[in-house]
Protein backbone atom coordinates (compact mmCIF):
# COMPACT_ATOMS: atom_id res chain seq x y z
CA UNK A 1 0.00 0.00 0.00
CA UNK A 2 1.53 3.32 -0.73
CA UNK A 3 1.06 6.85 1.32
CA UNK A 4 0.20 8.69 -1.99
CA UNK A 5 -1.96 11.75 -1.43
CA UNK A 6 -3.42 15.06 -3.23
CA UNK A 7 -1.09 17.48 -2.84
CA UNK A 8 -2.90 20.63 -3.23
CA UNK A 9 -2.56 24.50 -1.89
CA UNK A 10 -4.65 24.95 1.40
CA UNK A 11 -6.61 28.10 0.41
CA UNK A 12 -6.14 31.07 3.61
CA UNK A 13 -3.19 29.66 4.98
CA UNK A 14 0.07 31.05 5.20
CA UNK A 15 2.91 29.64 3.46
CA UNK A 16 5.64 31.10 5.17
CA UNK A 17 9.64 30.61 3.98
CA UNK A 18 12.06 30.21 6.70
CA UNK A 19 13.53 29.04 9.82
CA UNK A 20 13.05 30.20 13.46
CA UNK A 21 16.45 31.86 14.54
CA UNK A 22 17.26 28.74 17.33
CA UNK A 23 18.49 25.33 16.45
CA UNK A 24 19.43 23.29 18.18
CA UNK A 25 22.18 20.27 17.89
CA UNK A 26 23.68 17.55 19.95
CA UNK A 27 26.20 14.78 19.43
CA UNK A 28 25.27 11.65 18.58
CA UNK A 29 27.14 9.49 21.03
CA UNK A 30 25.04 11.38 23.95
CA UNK A 31 21.89 10.53 23.10
CA UNK A 32 20.41 7.48 24.50
CA UNK A 33 17.20 7.12 22.41
CA UNK A 34 16.90 8.07 19.37
CA UNK A 35 13.41 8.68 17.32
CA UNK A 36 13.12 6.79 14.10
CA UNK A 37 10.58 6.87 11.44
CA UNK A 38 8.05 4.06 11.45
CA UNK A 39 8.86 0.88 9.84
CA UNK A 40 5.12 0.47 8.40
CA UNK A 41 3.89 4.01 7.92
CA UNK A 42 -0.17 4.52 7.47
CA UNK A 43 -0.58 7.76 6.15
CA UNK A 44 1.65 10.47 4.32
CA UNK A 45 2.39 12.26 7.70
CA UNK A 46 3.83 8.57 9.42
CA UNK A 47 6.05 8.35 6.35
CA UNK A 48 8.13 11.79 7.28
CA UNK A 49 7.10 11.83 11.41
CA UNK A 50 10.01 10.68 13.76
CA UNK A 51 8.06 8.20 16.28
CA UNK A 52 9.33 8.41 20.07
CA UNK A 53 11.66 11.38 21.89
CA UNK A 54 14.88 12.38 22.29
CA UNK A 55 16.36 10.74 25.34
CA UNK A 56 19.69 11.72 26.24
CA UNK A 57 22.66 9.98 28.63
CA UNK A 58 22.87 11.47 32.24
CA UNK A 59 23.50 15.85 32.16
CA UNK A 60 23.55 15.25 28.42
CA UNK A 61 21.59 18.02 26.48
CA UNK A 62 20.58 19.72 23.09
CA UNK A 63 22.62 22.90 23.22
CA UNK A 64 21.21 26.31 20.87
CA UNK A 65 22.57 27.30 17.81
CA UNK A 66 21.67 31.12 17.18
CA UNK A 67 21.04 32.14 13.33
CA UNK A 68 20.08 35.89 12.23
CA UNK A 69 16.68 36.37 10.58
CA UNK A 70 17.24 35.06 7.02
CA UNK A 71 20.17 33.44 6.78
CA UNK A 72 19.38 29.57 7.46
CA UNK A 73 17.33 26.80 5.78
CA UNK A 74 17.04 23.00 5.53
CA UNK A 75 17.07 21.49 1.83
CA UNK A 76 17.23 18.64 0.29
CA UNK A 77 17.16 16.33 -2.85
CA UNK A 78 17.45 13.21 -3.91
CA UNK A 79 20.95 11.42 -4.93
CA UNK A 80 22.24 8.38 -7.04
CA UNK A 81 21.69 6.47 -10.04
CA UNK A 82 18.01 5.18 -10.65
CA UNK A 83 17.05 2.13 -8.38
CA UNK A 84 20.29 3.05 -5.93
CA UNK A 85 18.64 6.16 -4.94
CA UNK A 86 18.92 7.76 -1.29
CA UNK A 87 18.60 10.93 -0.44
CA UNK A 88 20.54 14.07 0.77
CA UNK A 89 19.66 16.31 3.75
CA UNK A 90 21.36 19.85 3.36
CA UNK A 91 21.18 22.75 6.64
CA UNK A 92 22.85 26.17 6.00
CA UNK A 93 23.21 28.14 8.60
CA UNK A 94 24.75 31.41 10.02
CA UNK A 95 25.79 32.43 13.54
CA UNK A 96 26.90 36.27 13.57
CA UNK A 97 29.64 36.54 15.90
CA UNK A 98 33.07 34.77 16.39
CA UNK A 99 33.67 34.70 20.11
CA UNK A 100 35.33 31.44 21.55
CA UNK A 101 32.14 29.32 21.57
CA UNK A 102 31.55 30.10 17.83
CA UNK A 103 35.31 29.18 17.20
CA UNK A 104 35.23 26.33 19.29
CA UNK A 105 32.86 25.22 17.15
CA UNK A 106 34.05 25.58 13.82
CA UNK A 107 37.39 23.64 15.51
CA UNK A 108 34.93 20.41 16.98
CA UNK A 109 32.20 20.25 14.25
CA UNK A 110 34.42 17.90 12.02
CA UNK A 111 35.47 15.70 14.76
CA UNK A 112 31.72 14.77 16.54
CA UNK A 113 28.89 13.11 14.81
CA UNK A 114 25.92 15.42 15.51
CA UNK A 115 22.32 15.48 15.06
CA UNK A 116 20.65 19.05 14.38
CA UNK A 117 17.13 19.88 14.95
CA UNK A 118 15.47 23.38 13.21
CA UNK A 119 12.44 24.99 13.25
CA UNK A 120 10.12 26.21 10.35
CA UNK A 121 8.59 29.52 11.10
CA UNK A 122 5.65 27.29 11.14
CA UNK A 123 6.80 25.66 14.24
CA UNK A 124 7.59 21.94 12.20
CA UNK A 125 10.74 20.68 13.45
CA UNK A 126 12.95 19.08 11.04
CA UNK A 127 15.92 16.47 12.36
CA UNK A 128 18.91 16.22 10.06
CA UNK A 129 20.77 13.01 11.38
CA UNK A 130 19.89 9.81 12.27
CA UNK A 131 21.09 6.62 12.67
CA UNK A 132 21.94 4.83 9.94
CA UNK A 133 24.78 7.44 8.26
CA UNK A 134 27.41 10.08 9.57
CA UNK A 135 26.51 13.69 9.82
CA UNK A 136 29.01 16.11 7.88
CA UNK A 137 29.43 19.54 9.23
CA UNK A 138 31.64 22.35 7.31
CA UNK A 139 32.24 25.02 9.32
CA UNK A 140 33.73 28.29 7.96
CA UNK A 141 34.30 31.64 9.89
CA UNK A 142 35.25 35.09 8.98
CA UNK A 143 35.35 38.57 10.47
CA UNK A 144 34.47 40.29 7.41
CA UNK A 145 36.40 43.04 5.53
CA UNK A 146 34.29 46.00 4.71
CA UNK A 147 31.95 48.01 7.59
CA UNK A 148 28.93 46.54 6.06
CA UNK A 149 30.57 42.81 6.09
CA UNK A 150 29.10 39.83 7.29
CA UNK A 151 31.11 38.58 10.62
CA UNK A 152 30.32 35.20 11.53
CA UNK A 153 30.71 31.32 11.44
CA UNK A 154 28.37 29.62 8.52
CA UNK A 155 27.73 25.99 9.05
CA UNK A 156 26.73 23.59 5.88
CA UNK A 157 25.78 20.36 7.36
CA UNK A 158 25.14 17.34 5.25
CA UNK A 159 23.67 14.00 5.79
CA UNK A 160 22.24 11.11 3.98
CA UNK A 161 18.77 9.70 4.32
CA UNK A 162 16.13 8.07 2.97
CA UNK A 163 13.90 11.18 2.82
CA UNK A 164 13.64 14.71 3.68
CA UNK A 165 14.88 15.99 6.99
CA UNK A 166 12.13 14.38 8.92
CA UNK A 167 9.53 15.80 11.37
CA UNK A 168 9.88 15.64 15.04
CA UNK A 169 6.86 16.29 17.32
CA UNK A 170 9.00 15.06 21.05
CA UNK A 171 10.67 17.18 23.18
CA UNK A 172 14.14 19.04 22.71
CA UNK A 173 15.86 18.13 26.26
CA UNK A 174 18.14 21.61 27.08
CA UNK A 175 20.17 22.52 29.68
CA UNK A 176 18.77 22.71 33.02
CA UNK A 177 20.04 26.55 33.07
CA UNK A 178 18.53 29.20 30.75
CA UNK A 179 20.68 30.02 28.27
CA UNK A 180 20.38 33.57 26.53
CA UNK A 181 19.95 33.37 23.31
CA UNK A 182 21.37 36.48 21.94
CA UNK A 183 25.00 36.07 20.81
CA UNK B 1 2.24 18.84 39.47
CA UNK B 2 1.35 17.06 42.06
CA UNK B 3 0.21 13.54 40.08
CA UNK B 4 3.31 13.57 38.50
CA UNK B 5 7.58 13.84 38.59
CA UNK B 6 10.05 14.02 36.42
CA UNK B 7 11.83 10.76 34.98
CA UNK B 8 15.73 10.85 33.38
CA UNK B 9 16.09 14.51 33.46
CA UNK B 10 17.69 16.88 35.72
CA UNK B 11 15.24 19.60 37.52
CA UNK B 12 13.51 21.75 36.07
CA UNK B 13 13.57 19.65 33.33
CA UNK B 14 13.70 22.04 30.67
CA UNK B 15 12.94 21.43 27.61
CA UNK B 16 11.50 22.88 23.88
CA UNK B 17 7.88 21.62 23.20
CA UNK B 18 6.24 21.95 19.87
CA UNK B 19 3.33 24.11 20.32
CA UNK B 20 4.31 24.93 23.73
CA UNK B 21 8.30 26.42 23.12
CA UNK B 22 10.73 26.21 26.18
CA UNK B 23 8.87 25.28 29.29
CA UNK B 24 10.37 23.58 32.59
CA UNK B 25 7.97 20.54 33.31
CA UNK B 26 8.73 20.80 36.87
CA UNK B 27 6.65 24.05 36.94
CA UNK B 28 3.83 23.16 35.02
CA UNK B 29 0.21 22.11 36.06
CA UNK B 30 -1.09 18.87 35.92
CA UNK B 31 -3.51 19.40 33.03
CA UNK B 32 -0.41 19.87 30.81
CA UNK B 33 1.58 17.26 32.43
CA UNK B 34 -1.27 14.36 32.22
CA UNK B 35 -1.71 15.39 28.55
CA UNK B 36 2.14 15.50 28.11
CA UNK B 37 2.36 11.99 29.35
CA UNK B 38 -0.92 10.82 27.50
CA UNK B 39 1.28 11.84 24.75
CA UNK B 40 4.26 9.70 25.60
CA UNK B 41 6.92 12.19 26.95
CA UNK B 42 9.35 10.22 28.73
CA UNK B 43 10.08 12.25 30.80
CA UNK B 44 7.32 12.49 33.44
CA UNK B 45 6.36 9.29 35.61
CA UNK B 46 3.71 8.62 37.85
CA UNK B 47 3.59 9.78 41.36
CA UNK B 48 1.87 7.63 44.48
CA UNK B 49 -1.02 10.24 44.31
CA UNK B 50 -1.03 10.23 40.29
CA UNK B 51 -0.91 6.57 40.25
CA UNK B 52 -4.32 6.03 43.13
CA UNK B 53 -5.64 8.87 40.49
CA UNK B 54 -5.12 6.74 36.85
CA UNK B 55 -5.07 3.41 38.08
CA UNK B 56 -7.34 3.46 40.93
CA UNK B 57 -7.44 -0.46 40.74
CA UNK B 58 -4.20 -1.44 41.51
CA UNK B 59 -3.56 -2.09 44.74
CA UNK B 60 0.00 -2.57 46.65
CA UNK B 61 1.35 -6.26 46.40
CA UNK B 62 1.33 -7.90 49.77
CA UNK B 63 4.00 -9.21 50.96
CA UNK B 64 4.11 -11.77 53.79
CA UNK B 65 7.00 -11.10 55.90
CA UNK B 66 9.37 -14.53 56.59
CA UNK B 67 8.60 -16.85 59.38
CA UNK B 68 12.16 -16.36 60.92
CA UNK B 69 12.15 -19.80 62.91
CA UNK B 70 11.61 -21.45 59.19
CA UNK B 71 14.58 -19.67 58.48
CA UNK B 72 16.66 -21.09 61.08
CA UNK B 73 15.52 -24.24 60.76
CA UNK B 74 17.33 -24.38 57.04
Redesign the interface.
Known sequence: MSNFANILKTEGVNNTPGLKEIG?FALKSEIE?FPVLPDSPGTPAEEVTLS??F?MTA?KY?KKLFSTEGNAKVEGESQGEMDNETYLQKAHWVHPGTKAEALAYCKLAKLYDCVFIFVERD???RVVGNTSWRTKVKAADSTGDENTSKKGITIEVETTDVGPAPL?????????T?VPAIS | MKLFRLKGIQSPGRVDLKGHGEIALETISDKLAEKLWKEGIPYLELTDKGRKKFYPEQKPIKVNKIDKSEKKKK
Open positions: YTGTVEFGERYNGAIPLDPP
